[in-house]
């Protein structure tokens, strides 16, 4: 008795649903000022808070990412020296 698994369709379609979970978002560094790309994740939670460096300098950013009720995102990144 062989019960071979012959029934996989690839799946071309091109519907990412994923996409609408996920939603780039311009942030200025606060060390080199230059602005970048986030990626904030809806399934996060409506206030995120994480530590992320920086794509061009690679100074790590203190991130505070907050949801409004519409849903949309606010991104703010400073510094982790908090003196
Ligand atoms: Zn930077």
Request: aromatic share 8%.
């Amino acid at each position: 008795m062989i019960d071979s698994d012959a029934t996989v369709s690839w799946d071309t379609d091109d519907d990412d649903d994923v996409a609408e979970l996920t939603e780039d978002v311009l942030v200025f560094c606060p060390y080199c000022g230059e602005g970048v790309e986030m990626l904030v994740d809806h399934g996060g939670g409506a206030v995120q808070d994480y530590v992320e460096d920086c794509t061009v300098c690679c100074q790590p950013w203190a991130v505070r990412l907050t949801f409004d009720s519409d849903g949309h995102p606010t991104v703010s990144a400073t510094t982790l020296d908090d003196e």
